[in-house]
């Protein structure tokens, strides 16, 4: 069964977190098409490791419904009522961590800097997907990868609703 990438941006970054199985390097200049896998829509990514030139391929099922951006966003990872399949609660934090503190590099340029500022943010829009209406803390079914599980068992509470939402406002306004 293919994993479901609602979006492009949603595909490139798990591409960007798999890196080479060769070398670890994570640029590929991706060449993408339309495929059918076993009568599943997908899209093929596919293209040599800048590192090692080792030939590299993921492919992604369509999603039921595209995502189209969200207007003036610079990113986009899915619609706003639909959660990842790719990505678990603990990873979408994980992430939006590593991305705000690239944006607070010295050695970026401002545009950067918004960048990973902007995908940080988005990052937490989809771990806050997660919570149920009304519920205080992230479920422990929005939880099955292991770096995500790590994460919440070291810091259970940067999974309740005010923590997700507080961290989102304070890289929004660093922006």
Known sequence: MLPVARTRDEAHLYMDLHGCPQCGAVEVTWAESLVDEDGVLGRRYHGPCDGCGLRREFVFALPQRPTPPRPGARVTFGASDDTSVLFDA???????????????????????????????TACFDEALKFLPPGAEVVPDTAFWSVPGRGLRERSPQRFRRADLEARRAELSGRR
């Open 90 to 120: 603990g990873q979408w934090v994980e992430v939006a961590d590593m991305m705000a503190l690239a944006a607070g590099l010295p050695d970026i340029t401002s545009d950067d800097a918004d960048q990973w500022l902007a995908t940080a």
